[in-house]
């Protein structure tokens, strides 16, 4: 295995407390992917006229956060689902003043701060620029969103050397055959 030669690049804003619940990871969770590469699986897939690459775990609970916005009536159930992440849940409370909505109150995705304006949860193509390695950033070139900021626009075409990139920086990459990656991105 090739060692890595990137280290963690601190972000412009600190998100400590919002790991998914931003649109980009916060330091903490960045660096500790960057610990941990050898043992962390990326999933990648064409959306749109783009290519996203995010950790597998991430996607999971990204597209699972995304999937209880869109099916959720009830502050409750929504709760209920995101029962298992202490900080996304921590981080909506601290979103909405300190106090969560009562369970039987009805819910939707615009009781949410900042998901009306992109902000929440992350979004994966501008996550990409903290948690991707040099290497394979270079591949692809950095964008800027009207109201969102920078993200990575990788081509679609380029699957194979962004897979082939992360392998040489000793990163395990698959192609996304669970459609994960575009839920995760709210596709």
């Given at each position: 295995m090739t060692e890595r030669s990137w280290e963690p690049k601190p972000l412009e804003v600190d998100y400590d407390s919002q790991p998914i619940a931003d649109s980009r990871p916060s330091q903490e969770d960045v660096e500790a992917v960057q610990r941990n590469w050898k043992n962390t699986v990326y999933v990648l897939d064409a959306l749109g006229d783009g290519l996203v690459v995010i950790p597998l775990a991430w996607a999971r609970r990204l597209a699972s956060l995304r999937a209880a916005i869109r099916e959720c009536g009830t502050w409750g159930e929504f709760l209920d689902e995101i029962a298992d992440d202490p900080k996304t849940l921590a981080d909506l409370?601290?979103?909405?003043?300190?106090?969560?909505?009562?369970?039987?109150?009805?819910?939707?995705?615009?009781?949410?701060?900042?998901?009306?304006?992109?902000?929440?949860?992350?979004?994966?193509?501008q996550?990409?620029?903290?948690?991707?390695?040099?290497?394979?950033?270079?591949?692809?070139?950095?964008?800027?969103?009207?109201?969102?900021?920078?993200?990575?626009?990788?081509?679609?075409?380029?699957?194979?050397?962004?897979?082939?990139?992360?392998?040489?920086?000793?990163?395990?990459c698959h192609q996304d055959t669970e459609n994960i990656v575009a839920r995760a991105s709210g596709w």
């Open positions: 409370k601290h979103r909405l003043g300190g106090e969560l909505p009562n369970g039987d109150e009805s819910f939707s995705a615009d009781d949410l701060p900042g998901y009306g304006d992109g902000d929440w949860p992350m979004w994966p193509a996550a990409m620029l903290a948690w991707l390695p040099e290497s394979v950033q270079a591949l692809g070139t950095i964008e800027y969103s009207t109201f969102n900021g920078p993200f990575l626009q990788l081509d679609p075409d380029g699957q194979k050397e962004v897979i082939e990139a992360l392998a040489a920086e000793g990163i395990e």
